[in-house]
């Protein structure tokens, strides 16, 4: 198990959705970034989105990637492409957890603030993980 900072309170956790296995927690602070990335397994290209802890909530804030396919927002936010990236910006949707099913063959990286915190090969292949707010 991975640890950032100790101390009370709301806790952010990336951790195994049925054992609650944590590989990685951090105290919870207001306007903490997290972003999930990984290669979109049917379009190929990297996805990426980008989270902000606002009121002891997950709130989705933007998403990037290279080619519309499943899964993309099509009638929230704004959208713009720029060098042929596609972001879709102003989202505001508050989520209870990020969930997916955890692949080596994706390339999966969770940022906190800017900094690496979980690659690929530190969460167990085809695993049910999410990233949560866990309130002590």
Request: charged share 25%.
């Amino acid at each position: 198990m991975l640890t950032g900072c100790s101390g009370s309170g709301a806790e952010l956790q990336v951790r195994d959705q049925r054992s609650e296995t944590v590989y990685y927690s951090t105290p919870a602070t207001d306007g903490q970034r997290i972003t999930l990335s990984w290669i979109h397994s049917i379009e190929l290209t990297p996805w990426t989105e980008t989270y902000e802890v606002r009121d002891g909530e997950l709130v989705l804030r933007e998403i990037t990637l290279e080619s519309y396919g499943a899964g993309t927002p099509s009638n929230e936010g704004v959208t713009r492409i720029e060098d042929g990236v596609i972001h879709v910006t102003e989202l505001d949707r508050a989520v209870g957890a990020i969930r997916w099913v955890h692949s080596h063959d994706v390339d999966y990286e969770i940022e906190v603030d800017g900094e690496v915190v979980v690659e690929t090969q530190m969460i167990p292949h085809r695993s049910y993980a999410e990233i949560v707010i866990e309130n002590n």
